[in-house]
């Protein structure tokens, strides 16, 4: 199973006679944008309905698009699927499914990483796509390879793997599975997945507190 386009034909059967699907979505790049700690690559932002989420990419798209571009597409390249996980994130977060649209400020980084210690904490751990930050992590051991890990992490790069979902379908039926930050929030909704973004932005435009969980 590919994760992504099972994602896609998830949100194309809630949007379905809604109108939505045919709305237009700005696919841009934010330079100025603070990524997730657990994310590397350029930030692709999304805007919809008058929200805006992101995806975080080494092959970011600029473009004028629609929903219904991904229905049936074969999403077969880094760039278009990063481009659906963005528009997943900011359609799933318009019509309230997911509370993620963005990332934390970096003042929140501190209290993100020492609660996910926290709960990673005496098990062994290993994550797709590289994520350098989870070696600060105080008293998390990174395990080798998938098979001896008790808990696997999915971050923006692991979840446009294509064979993501295979892996975790041979792998992932006694270990728990945890989706890392804003990119992998609305993919990892529709497949009720775990989520990981605790002081994300959240789904209204407002800011939040930065010293205060979002959910």
């Not at 989420?53 to 390249?77: C, H, Q, W, Y």
């Not at 934390?104 to 797709?128: D, Y």
Request: charged share 20%; with cysteine; hydrophobic share 40%.
């Amino acid at each position: 199973m590919d994760i992504i386009t099972e994602s896609v034909k998830r949100l194309e059967e809630f949007m379905v006679n809604s109108g939505c699907e045919e709305t237009g979505i700005r696919l841009d790049v934010d330079p100025d944008a603070c990524n997730c700690q657990f994310e590397r690559g350029a930030c692709m932002t999304a805007t919809f309905g008058g929200r805006t989420a992101e995806f975080v990419t080494d092959s970011p798209i600029r473009a004028m698009t629609k929903i219904s571009f991904m229905f049936g597409a074969p999403l077969d390249n880094p760039p278009t699927r990063g481009a659906a996980c963005a528009i997943i994130n900011v359609a799933t977060a318009f019509f309230c499914l997911s509370r993620v649209r963005r990332a934390c400020p970096m003042v929140s980084h501190g209290t993100c990483m020492k609660e996910l210690a926290e709960e990673l904490a005496g098990r062994r751990v290993f994550c797709i796509g590289p994520a350098p930050a989870l070696a600060r992590a105080p008293g998390v051991y990174q395990a080798e390879d998938i098979g001896s890990a008790d808990i696997i992490l999915v971050n923006n790069e692991g979840i446009i793997a294509p064979d993501l979902g295979d892996l975790l379908a041979r792998t992932g039926a006694e270990k728990r599975v945890i989706f890392l930050g804003p990119s992998t929030a609305g993919t990892s909704r529709l497949m009720h997945e775990g989520h990981w973004c605790p002081y994300g932005l959240p789904m209204l435009d407002a800011a939040p507190d930065p010293s205060q969980p979002t959910g």
